[in-house]
């Protein structure tokens, strides 16, 4: 069992800067990839990153360079950090959590809105 609540969206400029976190509760929170996903208006849902339990990371081409997941297990947060934002990054960010065994994330926070906007 674990639940996720996002937090720090908001509306920025391009080529601005913003800091989600996702704040876990749950006593087993050390065992769970952790993942950031992002749902554009009229586009499905994607996985933008992802960290696993050894501390490997993923992105999407879209994203490298620009964006960092990281995780405080003490803190049972998980962050991500955008910069060089553009209007395609424009979406509902979503935390998601799956076990290291599953291949699909069967935990979700409830999202937060991203608008890049000048």
């Known amino acids: 069992q674990l639940q996720l609540v996002e937090s720090g969206g908001g509306l920025v400029q391009p080529g601005g800067s913003l800091r989600l976190s996702c704040a876990a509760s749950g006593r087993t929170f050390n065992q769970f990839n952790m993942g950031w996903f992002r749902q554009a208006p009229g586009k499905e849902r994607e996985l933008v990153t992802s960290?696993?339990?050894?501390?490997?990371?993923y992105y999407i081409d879209s994203v490298r360079g620009r964006f960092t997941i990281s995780e405080d297990n003490a803190k049972k947060t998980l962050y991500l950090q955008m910069n060089s934002l553009a209007p395609e990054d424009t979406a509902v960010y979503f935390c998601a959590a799956r076990r290291a065994f599953s291949a699909q994330y069967a935990y979700w926070g409830p999202g937060t809105q991203v608008t890049v906007s000048a």
């Open positions: 960290i696993s339990i050894t501390g490997g990371t």
